[in-house]
């Protein structure tokens, strides 16, 4: 095996390993919600989302705007480049950086 498909593997498997990680933490950070008429997170969900969520999303963002970057001449040539661009930077990015602590918007208002 060449040094560059180890590296690609080792990649591939910390993606994967990350999104589902991420998926099971946003899981647990939605059941502990506070029963409170507000929808206030509890101080579990904060603190899972500042020692887990918040690196694994960080993490998902990096990793997504490699994948953008390297696409990027491949969408440039089907003409779709907003899409992706969307799905793999903007939307993570705006979930690890813009959103409450606590709130993953798995719940409704």
């Not at 939307?91 to 602590?101: H, N």
Request: glycine share 10%; aromatic share 6%.
């Amino acid at each position: 095996m060449s040094a560059k498909s180890r590296v690609f593997s080792f990649v591939a498997a910390a993606a994967l390993l990350g999104a589902s990680a991420s998926a099971a933490a946003v899981d647990s950070v939605d059941a502990s919600f506070s029963t409170e008429s507000d929808n206030t997170p509890s101080s579990g969900a904060i603190a899972m989302d500042i020692i887990l969520l918040r690196p694994l999303s960080l993490m998902g963002t990096v990793l997504g705007t490699a994948v953008f970057v390297a696409g990027l001449p491949f969408e440039a040539i089907s003409g779709d480049i907003s899409g992706p661009a969307k799905r793999l930077v903007v939307q993570p990015a705006k979930f690890t950086f813009t959103r409450p602590l606590g709130d993953t918007g798995g719940r409704s208002n």
